[in-house]
């Protein structure tokens, strides 16, 4: 089965792109969906992280309060690579079972922390959504309504994008209209039926 692992910086336009693979037929998987059901109450990954992190992540309803997780991981790399370490392979696992049970041609992961996390590895190709810097912070600026600071700090946390550029297979540059950026996708479908043809 084919896979294709899709990335892109916050509001690179992800999602709008991920859309169109699915209308077109492609099978995709969400890996944030995915991660946010690994730690619904009673999951045992969230055993895990409550075990590690204590009960001050869980907020009164017993959910797990990620705004404070993230808090807590941020400035503490050590911390979140054992986060990583209980969440990852749990992750990994469930999207494999997931493209397992597709019957689609080929599957899209969407991964926004691919390149961050080093999944490069667990899919055939790497596709990038590419987006110009100003253009990402005012369509980020007008979908949440952050401010600039909150913006480049976020961007700052995020892989640059140079390095992006240099490590994807393929890349959709999304500084247009939606329109063009479906055509690039649909673009893009065909040569994924052809690769998962072969
Ligand atoms: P995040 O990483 O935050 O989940 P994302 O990469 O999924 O974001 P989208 O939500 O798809 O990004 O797009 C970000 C915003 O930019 C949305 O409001 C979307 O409608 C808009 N957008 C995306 N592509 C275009 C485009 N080509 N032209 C105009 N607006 C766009």
Redesign the pocket.
């Known amino acids: 089965m084919l896979t294709i692992g899709l990335t892109?910086?916050?509001?690179?336009?992800?999602?709008?792109?991920s859309d169109e693979f699915a209308r077109l037929g492609a099978e995709v998987i969400d890996t944030d969906l995915l991660s946010r059901s690994l730690v619904e109450p009673g999951q045992p990954a969230l055993t895990e992280i409550v075990a590690l992190f204590g009960p001050s992540v869980l907020d009164a309803t017993g959910r797990l309060d990620r705004a404070h997780l993230r808090e807590k991981v941020f400035a503490d790399p050590q911390a979140r690579r054992e986060l990583e370490g209980i969440l990852h392979p749990k992750i990994r696992e469930a999207m494999l079972e997931r493209a397992a049970q597709s019957t689609a041609p080929y599957v899209v992961f969407v991964i926004?922390l691919l390149f961050e996390t080093g999944q490069q590895a667990l899919v055939d190709r790497v596709l990038l959504?590419d987006v110009a810097q100003d253009v990402q912070r005012a369509?980020?600026a007008?979908?949440d309504g952050l401010d600039a600071t909150q913006i480049t700090r976020i961007l700052q946390a995020q892989t640059d994008r140079a390095t992006r550029l240099a490590e994807a297979d393929d890349i959709v540059h999304?500084d247009?209209?939606?329109s063009?950026?479906h055509a690039a996708i649909a673009e893009l479908h065909r040569k994924y039926l052809d690769l998962a043809r072969q």
């Open positions: 892109g910086g916050i509001g690179s336009g992800k999602t709008v792109a926004p959504i369509r980020v007008a979908r999304n247009a209209g939606i063009d950026l």
